[in-house]
């Protein structure tokens, strides 16, 4: 198995930036597909951004132009640069990666965007 931990959340203005972090236990982050999601309360979990291992890119719409999804592969470590953060960004970020032939999930990191 594979353990995710995220960090990097916290509170923010908006129009303000954040970058998460998600350090992954084994080194997959070179092959796997690697993947932000986000929940806010009473809503589903969404996903937000994906990077695969060759290292192309996907975003939800209402982050494209805001937010960039990267890796460092010697780290283990992949990042999600929010820029221009919304109050509607507010949620609980979670890192995930289907690993084994299941899905692994961080505890996850808050995001709040609030004046």
Same mark, same amino acid.
């Given at each position: 198995?594979?353990?995710?931990?995220?960090?990097? $959340? $916290?509170?923010?203005?908006?129009?303000?930036?954040?970058?998460?972090? =998600? *350090?992954?236990? +084994? %080194?997959?982050?070179? &092959?796997?597909?690697?993947?932000?999601? +986000?929940?806010?309360? !009473?809503?589903?979990?969404?996903?937000?951004?994906?990077? *695969? !291992?060759? !290292?192309? *890119?996907?975003?939800?719409?209402?982050? #494209?132009?805001?937010?960039?999804?990267? #890796?460092?592969?010697? #780290? %283990? &470590?992949?990042?999600?640069?929010?820029?221009?953060? #919304?109050?509607?960004? *507010?949620?609980?970020?979670? =890192? %995930?990666?289907?690993?084994?032939?299941?899905?692994?999930?961080? +505890? $996850? &990191?808050?995001? &709040?965007?609030?004046?």
């Amino acid at each position: 198995q594979v353990q995710l931990v995220e960090s990097g $959340g $916290g509170l923010v203005q908006p129009g303000g930036s954040l970058r998460l972090s =998600c *350090t992954a236990s +084994r %080194n997959i982050i070179s &092959t796997n597909v690697m993947a932000w999601y +986000r929940q806010a309360p !009473g809503n589903e979990r969404e996903l937000v951004a994906r990077l *695969t !291992g060759g !290292g192309a *890119t996907d975003y939800a719409d209402s982050v #494209k132009g805001r937010f960039t999804i990267s #890796k460092d592969n010697a #780290k %283990n &470590t992949v990042y999600l640069q929010m820029n221009s953060l #919304k109050p509607e960004d *507010t949620a609980l970020y979670y =890192c %995930n990666t289907f690993y084994r032939g299941r899905d692994h999930w961080g +505890r $996850g &990191t808050q995001v &709040t965007v609030s004046s």
